[in-house]
């Protein structure tokens, strides 16, 4: 397939998936999240940096197994023990191991601590606009990035106008050329936001939330992946 070809095809789906995502998100009620449902959201988000959805979700479900996501370890009360706890899960004790299992069980310690003080019902529904709730998630929760703190608003329906910026989006945006191929690193907060605003504009050309069409984008470049295009 050449190149104009390829972003041609690439082009077509997404816009064919963006439509069908928006649809699927219009029909679904409007969700009513309790902490823990919100907690193990984010958990999942966090778990994911550098590491498959699959694994992340997988690991996520697992702490939940072993009861550390419950209420009752995520109160005022320290637990010293918690973090070991947590590292057993990602060293792959009860299933896989995550790639970074004593980094993320040291920033899941301080997302305890950090919620804690601060639940997530507290810090989300308090009518902030988007990028605002973002960056505060960012300053005061370890783990948390502009990617996972965006894609966490996305999947708990509070935000649909932010960028979940991964390698296949990027990678995307690189064979549509709407990034140059040295211009796509992400050392500062700057630069998301930076690359955020060019697939916004591209998702206000496809006419869909730039959170619905990055989903779309990275449906379709994962299938375009595991298809060997």
Same mark, same amino acid.
């Given at each position: 397939?050449?190149?104009?070809?390829?972003?041609?095809?690439?082009?077509?789906?997404?816009?064919?998936?963006?439509?069908?995502?928006?649809?699927?998100?219009?029909?679904?009620?409007?969700?009513?999240?309790?902490?823990?449902?919100?907690?193990?959201?984010?958990?999942?988000?966090?778990?994911?940096?550098q590491v498959?959805?699959?694994?992340?979700?997988?690991?996520?479900? %697992?702490?939940?197994?072993?009861?550390?996501?419950?209420?009752?370890?995520?109160?005022?009360?320290?637990?010293?023990?918690?973090?070991?706890?947590?590292?057993?899960?990602?060293?792959?004790?009860?299933?896989?191991?995550?790639?970074?299992?004593?980094?993320?069980?040291?920033?899941?310690?301080?997302?305890?601590?950090?919620?804690?003080?601060?639940?997530?019902?507290?810090r989300?529904?308090?009518?902030?606009?988007?990028?605002?709730?973002?960056?505060?998630?960012?300053?005061?929760?370890?783990?948390v990035?502009?990617?996972?703190?965006?894609?966490?608003?996305?999947?708990?329906?509070?935000?649909?106008?932010?960028?979940?910026?991964?390698?296949?989006?990027?990678?995307?945006?690189?064979? %549509?050329?709407?990034?140059?191929?040295?211009?796509?690193?992400?050392?500062?907060?700057?630069?998301?936001?930076?690359?955020?605003?060019?697939?916004?504009?591209?998702?206000?050309?496809?006419?869909?939330?730039?959170?619905?069409v990055?989903?779309?984008?990275?449906?379709?470049?994962?299938?375009?992946?595991?298809?060997?295009?």
């Open positions: 397939m050449t190149r104009a070809l390829s972003q041609q095809f690439l082009n077509s789906t997404v816009r064919l998936l963006s439509a069908a995502i928006h649809d699927e998100v219009r029909a679904k009620p409007a969700p009513s999240w309790r902490e823990f449902e919100l907690r193990r959201e984010l958990i999942s988000c966090i778990l994911g940096s498959r959805h699959e694994i992340a979700a997988g690991l996520a479900s %697992q702490l939940e197994l072993a009861g550390l996501l419950d209420d009752c370890w995520w109160g005022r009360t320290p637990f010293p023990e918690f973090g070991g706890h947590v590292l057993e899960v990602l060293s792959g004790r009860h299933w896989k191991a995550h790639r970074f299992p004593n980094n993320s069980a040291a920033h899941l310690v301080k997302v305890r601590d950090a919620l804690s003080e601060t639940p997530l019902l507290s989300i529904f308090c009518g902030e606009r988007a990028c605002v709730l973002r960056e505060h998630l960012v300053e005061t929760i370890a783990g990035g502009p990617k996972q703190a965006s894609m966490f608003l996305r999947n708990i329906g509070y935000s649909y106008e932010l960028a979940v910026l991964d390698t296949h989006v990027l990678r995307f945006m690189l064979v %549509q050329e709407l990034l140059p191929a040295d211009d796509y690193r992400m050392v500062y907060a700057s630069d998301y936001e930076r690359i955020e605003s060019v697939l916004s504009e591209y998702a206000h050309g496809v006419g869909y939330p730039v959170g619905l990055d989903l779309a984008i990275w449906s379709t470049m994962q299938a375009a992946k595991d298809l060997g295009l």
